[in-house]
């Protein structure tokens, strides 16, 4: 087995709109969601697509949330994400886009403000989301 075997598409379920994609964040919160998983409704990035797990597809715009530790480490987690049905916004902020997800059955928020990206997926629940890697960037 090879180490990109590790981290290919070709095992993510297409059906269920499985991804790949990435949460920066601090330290201490990269070391809390490896050892129990992603916690929905305690977000620090200002909820502004309502609550859930934000993702995003652009390592660039998952970095932009990362804090470092005191050695200019930043955090980034590469993530298996089962989206499902989506529920799709272009506006720039829909802080209840959430609650709107959940009266269509979306599983989901694709938010791509504008219509100009990066686009954001936002899980709704804690079961959608798995850390597969831990990433460490010195910045």
């Given amino acids: 087995?090879?180490?990109e075997d590790s981290i290919s598409t070709?095992?993510?379920d297409e059906t269920l709109n499985e991804m790949l994609l990435w949460h920066g964040t601090s330290p201490a919160a990269a070391e809390a969601i490896s050892k129990?998983?992603?916690?929905?409704g305690s977000s620090t990035h200002g909820r502004r697509f309502g609550d859930?797990?934000?993702l995003a597809e652009d390592l660039s715009k998952s970095i932009s949330?990362?804090?470092p530790d005191s050695n200019g480490i930043r955090f980034v987690l590469l993530c298996r994400a089962t989206c499902g049905n989506f529920y799709?916004?272009?506006a720039?902020?829909?802080s209840n886009a959430h609650e709107n997800a959940q009266s269509q059955?979306?599983?989901t928020i694709l938010a791509n403000p504008s219509c100009s990206g990066p686009r954001e997926f936002i899980v709704l629940t804690e079961k959608q989301v798995y850390p597969e890697f831990i990433i460490q960037l010195r910045t």
Avoid at 36 to 40: L, N
């Fill in 1 to 3: 087995m090879n180490a």
């Fill in 10 to 12: 070709e095992n993510l």
């Fill in 36 to 40: 129990t998983g992603f916690k929905i």
């Fill in 52 to 54: 859930g797990a934000y």
């Fill in 65 to 67: 949330y990362t804090q």
């Fill in 88 to 90: 799709y916004t272009e």
């Fill in 92 to 94: 720039s902020s829909e």
């Fill in 105 to 107: 059955r979306a599983n």
